[in-house]
């Protein structure tokens, strides 16, 4: 098997066997899960190193050419996917689901279903080099961001956010599928490789509405203002390893992803478009803090503060400068780390307490000072504060 193969297909294959019946076998799922994450996140640093050869096969009578090719970027992106799935699945095992009662089972089940299909989706998605064959998996992540929020609580609740989260994503991405035809129509080919060697300028009027497009779809995925409005309901609605893997982190990487690869990559930008994308940043950043300021509940404040911060990294991308679009990706990185943290000690703190509001908590570091310092060096990388990775990601986008 080629080696660009392994994250994609052994995480798939592990969430099918999770499917089929295992009785009351204890940490079953949670232990397959690791072992899958980790086996994913070893194919993906050798990847990162060796750059094996581009994998391509010919669809549709050989109109399409499937192309799974690791570039510098999509390396990078495989990895990070790779490492928060591993941290996610550990985190996992604590979790109440893994104390062996019927419904617990069953919740674990389809938690670490969902996990494990979201990593490989997200492993095609990054990975793919054909534009069709992005929107295949992309599309496919939609489908498991609804079953994740829909099954993570019993409840009407986090049915009705699952539909509100699948509703404003179907509809974004259908400006992505109509910018990318509308792209591949231009370009005349599907491939990514081949359109980033000749870029597509903005002075011709399908060609910026096609970039509009993508826009629209990649700062969606990546929760960004106005897009952001079903995340804060997810953390109410939805359990804490799920906000630490998919909006704080997986959702995160993959929008800023193909942001990056849309404005770097496939179009030339101009002037204007450079000053539409800081503005977006800009806005981002301000709107969303401004919220978060004012919630009461500890889960609610961490999904405010989480779409800021796609702010600094859509700002980073914004300025066309290569330290700033490293700061940007670098943010994107970052952010995922602590914000993932943030979200794990916030769970930790609802399963002892029973409670995220923020009046009815305090005292606590004594209770749990493993939690509490984590707490403290994920808020103050955050902050900004150095030398945490906060401070550099944040000072290379100023």
């Known amino acids: 098997m080629n080696l660009i193969l392994i994250p994609i297909i052994l995480p798939l294959a592990s969430a099918l066997v999770l499917l089929i019946p295992a009785g009351r076998t204890r940490y079953l799922k949670e232990t397959l899960a690791v072992c899958a994450a980790a086996v994913s996140l070893?194919?993906?640093t050798s990847i990162f190193i060796s750059r094996p050869e581009p994998l391509s096969m010919a669809w549709l009578n050989e109109a399409i050419t499937f192309t799974l090719r690791a570039d510098s970027l999509s390396a990078f992106l495989l990895l990070a996917v790779?490492?928060?799935?591993?941290?996610?699945?550990?985190?996992?095992?604590?979790?109440?689901?893994?104390?062996?009662?019927?419904?617990?089972?069953?919740?674990?089940?389809?938690?670490f279903f969902n996990l494990l299909m979201t990593q490989a989706f997200a492993a095609g998605a990054v990975l793919a080099d054909n534009l069709v064959a992005m929107l295949f998996f992309w599309e496919g992540l939609l489908v498991f961001l609804y079953t994740f929020i829909a099954l993570s609580q019993n409840n009407h609740a986090a049915r009705r956010t699952a539909m509100k989260a699948f509703l404003?994503?179907?509809?974004?991405?259908?400006?992505?599928?109509?910018?990318?035809?509308?792209?591949?129509?231009?370009?005349?080919?599907?491939?990514?490789?081949?359109?980033?060697?000749?870029?597509?300028?903005?002075?011709?009027?399908?060609?910026?509405?096609?970039?509009?497009?993508?826009?629209?779809?990649?700062?969606?995925?990546?929760?960004?203002?106005?897009?952001?409005?079903?995340?804060?309901?997810?953390?109410?609605?939805?359990?804490?390893?799920?906000?630490?893997?998919?909006?704080?982190?997986?959702?995160?990487?993959?929008?800023?992803?193909?942001?990056?690869?849309?404005?770097?990559?496939?179009f030339a930008l101009d002037g204007n478009m450079q000053l539409v994308l800081m503005t977006?940043?800009?806005?981002?950043?301000l709107v969303a803090v401004m919220m978060a300021l004012v919630q009461k509940d500890y889960k609610r404040l961490l999904s405010y503060h989480a779409v800021s911060q796609t702010?600094?990294?859509?700002?980073?991308?914004?300025?066309?400068?290569?330290?700033?679009?490293?700061?940007?990706?670098?943010?994107?990185?970052?952010?995922?780390?602590?914000k993932s943290c943030l979200f794990m000690t916030a769970g930790s703190v609802e399963r002892q307490t029973g409670t995220s509001d923020i009046s009815?908590?305090?005292?606590?570091?004594?209770?749990?000072p493993v939690t509490g310092?984590?707490?403290?060096?994920?808020?103050?990388?955050?902050?900004?504060?150095?030398?945490?990775?906060?401070?550099?990601?944040?000072?290379l986008i100023f």
């Not at 009815?360 to 749990?368: A, R, S, V």
């Not at 984590?374 to 808020?379: D, H, R, Y």
Request: charged share 10%; hydrophobic share 55%.
């Open 42 to 44: 070893l194919a993906a």
């Open 168 to 266: 404003i994503n179907a509809a974004t991405d259908l400006c992505l599928l109509a910018g990318v035809t509308i792209t591949g129509y231009i370009a005349g080919t599907m491939s990514m490789t081949e359109i980033s060697a000749n870029k597509l300028t903005l002075d011709y009027g399908w060609s910026l509405f096609a970039y509009v497009l993508l826009l629209i779809g990649a700062v969606s995925k990546a929760g960004a203002f106005p897009f952001h409005t079903w995340i804060p309901d997810a953390a109410t609605d939805s359990s804490a390893p799920f906000m630490a893997y998919v909006p704080a982190a997986i959702d995160k990487l993959l929008g800023i992803y193909f942001l990056a690869r849309a404005s770097i990559y496939l």
């Open 373 to 395: 310092l984590c707490f403290i060096i994920a808020a103050a990388a955050i902050s900004g504060i150095a030398p945490l990775n906060g401070f550099f990601s944040k000072e």
């Open 311 to 338: 702010g600094y990294m859509i700002l980073g991308i914004g300025t066309l400068n290569p330290i700033g679009i490293a700061g940007g990706l670098f943010h994107m990185i970052n952010h995922a780390t602590y």
């Open 280 to 285: 977006l940043g800009a806005v981002t950043i």
């Open 82 to 111: 790779s490492l928060f799935s591993l941290a996610i699945s550990l985190y996992s095992f604590s979790f109440p689901w893994a104390t062996g009662s019927e419904g617990n089972n069953s919740g674990a089940k389809w938690f």
């Open 360 to 368: 009815k908590l305090g005292g606590l570091f004594t209770l749990m």
